[in-house]
């Protein structure tokens, strides 16, 4: 890892199954296998059910469930077909357990399958420090779908499954136990409880329609409940709270909305919206995965698409880097664009450093001047970000590592 990382709250979850021993007693006859994200055993006297299996750690989840009952795993259910809910299968999977799915988890791990080398690009980029290797883990065979709800009894225990698309995936499922007022969210708002919601992720996934996202979480709030166990492990306790907290989520999402389509209508363009909207002292919500920034231009790509009106040259395949080496020929050289970059920098302006570099590395990928500027640009921009946010520190932090590793091969 580079020396400059730092250390966002998400990153504690993902490894917090490295730590665990046994598994912990969340609720009655209820038990938390920890991994990137968590797996529940609820245990009844006719066998028991699995909550979604982890990534890798379908074997550890094995053994700790085998210390806490011998009965056998009748079903196991998935909130959600992202690879870390579903990479243990196998481990866990008895003969005789029935896989209980929501019916669109087909087509998204149909995308998901055809993108595959794409998104493990991209995912190792951000993750692969973290979580290793990700590929060949996303073999699932549901053998009962359901469209709008399921429910089954075991035990004496009822459980209730209930679709809430757009969460994070379009086959996202809530488990309500309504006997224990228990609900299983997995990644529903996810990976933080109470932060924004991440409507587009950067590294890549369709985006999340927001309008569905609030209906699906009407139906959380309708069923006002005692307890909540999310996919990180997080235990959210207490009718109150978790209905108050709710009713924040819900107008503060909201509130993005209307204040992303007032800006539209009012003739702003995205990246004005993007840094004027904040939202409001008392709607405040953690950034530590989504942020404001991009749930605004999320919402807005999401209703009007990826045209901004801002330039002819955005409907054709010509990027900005075919004129990279015209610009550096006009400004008589790399040089100038570099040492106005370091000005920037030097001004507490990463962005528009970056900017300028960007056309010196598209013309030119080795100049070593542009690199170390590069680097410098990306440190204080790591330096500015605030540290909670898991998916812009890991970026940058990749961005630097990619670049100390090029500039270092110059050296040779």
Same mark, same amino acid.
């Given at each position: 890892?580079?020396?400059?990382?730092?250390?966002?709250?998400?990153?504690?979850r993902?490894?917090?199954?490295?730590?665990q021993?046994?598994?912990?007693?969340?609720?009655?006859?209820?038990?938390?296998?920890?991994?990137?994200?968590?797996?529940?055993?609820?245990?009844t006297?006719?066998?028991?059910?699995?909550?979604?299996?982890?990534l890798?750690?379908?074997?550890r989840?094995?053994?700790?469930y085998?210390?806490v009952?011998?009965?056998?795993?009748?079903f196991?259910?998935?909130?959600?077909?992202?690879? $870390?809910? %579903?990479?243990?299968?196998? +481990?866990?999977?008895?003969?005789?357990t029935? #896989? !209980? *799915?929501? =019916?669109?988890?087909h087509?998204?791990?149909?995308?998901?399958?055809?993108?595959?080398p794409?998104?493990?690009?991209?995912?190792?980029?951000?993750?692969?420090?973290?979580?290793?290797?990700?590929?060949?883990?996303?073999?699932?065979?549901?053998?009962?779908?359901?469209d709008?709800?399921?429910?089954?009894?075991?035990?004496?225990?009822?459980?209730?499954l209930?679709?809430?698309?757009?969460?994070?995936?379009?086959?996202?499922?809530?488990?309500?136990l309504?006997?224990?007022?228990?609900?299983?969210?997995?990644n529903?708002?996810?990976?933080?409880?109470?932060?924004?919601?991440?409507?587009?992720?950067?590294r890549? $996934?369709? %985006?999340?329609?927001v309008? +569905?996202?609030?209906q699906?979480?009407?139906? #959380? !709030? *309708?069923? =006002?409940?005692?307890?909540?166990?999310?996919?990180?492990?997080?235990?959210?306790?207490?009718?109150e709270?978790?209905?108050a907290?709710?009713?924040?989520?819900?107008a503060?999402?909201s509130?993005?909305?209307?204040?992303?389509?007032?800006?539209?209508?009012?003739?702003?363009?995205?990246?004005?919206l993007?840094?004027?909207?904040?939202?409001?002292?008392?709607?405040?919500?953690?950034?530590?995965?989504?942020?404001?920034?991009?749930?605004?231009?999320?919402i807005?790509?999401?209703?009007?698409?990826?045209?901004?009106?801002?330039?002819?040259?955005?409907?054709?395949?010509?990027?900005?880097?075919?004129?990279?080496? $015209?610009? %550096?020929?006009?400004?008589?050289?790399?040089?100038?664009l570099?040492?106005?970059?370091? *000005?920037?920098?030097?001004?507490?302006?990463?962005?528009?450093?970056?900017?300028?570099?960007?056309?010196?590395?598209?013309?030119?990928?080795?100049?070593?001047?542009?690199?170390?500027?590069?680097?410098?640009?990306?440190?204080?921009?790591?330096s500015?970000?605030?540290?909670?946010?898991?998916?812009?520190?890991?970026?940058?932090?990749?961005q630097?590592?990619?670049?100390?590793?090029?500039?270092?091969?110059?050296?040779v």
């Open positions: 890892m580079s020396t400059t990382e730092t250390h966002p709250p998400l990153l504690d993902v490894l917090a199954g490295e730590r021993q046994e598994a912990t007693r969340v609720g009655e006859g209820i038990y938390l296998s920890e991994d990137v994200s968590s797996s529940y055993l609820v245990t006297r006719e066998g028991n059910v699995v909550i979604n299996t982890g890798k750690g379908g074997p989840h094995k053994a700790f085998a210390k009952s011998a009965a056998p795993l009748k196991i259910i998935l909130t959600q077909s992202h690879i $870390d809910h %579903i990479g243990g299968i196998a +481990a866990l999977r008895e003969p005789d029935e #896989i !209980i *799915a929501q =019916k669109h988890i087509a998204q791990l149909w995308y998901q399958s055809k993108l595959q794409f998104f493990t690009r991209r995912t190792h980029q951000l993750w692969r420090r973290f979580v290793g290797d990700l590929d060949g883990l996303r073999d699932v065979k549901p053998d009962v779908l359901f709008d709800s399921y429910a089954f009894e075991l035990g004496g225990r009822r459980f209730e209930y679709a809430a698309p757009w969460g994070e995936t379009e086959d996202s499922c809530i488990v309500w309504p006997q224990d007022r228990t609900l299983f969210v997995g529903f708002w996810g990976p933080v409880y109470m932060s924004v919601p991440y409507f587009s992720t950067i890549g $996934d369709k %985006i999340r329609p309008y +569905a996202f609030l699906s979480l009407d139906r #959380i !709030i *309708a069923l =006002k409940p005692d307890l909540i166990l999310t996919g990180h492990g997080e235990r959210i306790e207490g009718a709270r978790i209905a907290d709710l009713a924040k989520l819900r503060a999402v509130w993005l909305v209307e204040e992303t389509f007032a800006g539209m209508n009012g003739g702003k363009d995205v990246h004005t993007m840094a004027e909207i904040k939202l409001p002292e008392h709607l405040r919500l953690r950034e530590a995965h989504g942020s404001v920034r991009w749930a605004v231009r999320a807005w790509e999401q209703h009007v698409g990826w045209f901004h009106y801002d330039a002819t040259t955005s409907l054709y395949e010509v990027p900005a880097a075919r004129v990279a080496p $015209d610009l %550096i020929e006009l400004a008589g050289g790399s040089g100038p570099v040492a106005r970059a370091h *000005a920037h920098i030097a001004s507490g302006k990463p962005l528009e450093a970056l900017h300028l570099l960007n056309v010196v590395l598209a013309a030119s990928p080795d100049d070593r001047d542009a690199l170390e500027a590069n680097l410098a640009a990306h440190r204080l921009l790591l500015l970000a605030s540290g909670e946010n898991f998916s812009e520190v890991s970026w940058l932090e990749s630097i590592q990619d670049t100390e590793d090029r500039v270092k091969r110059l050296a």
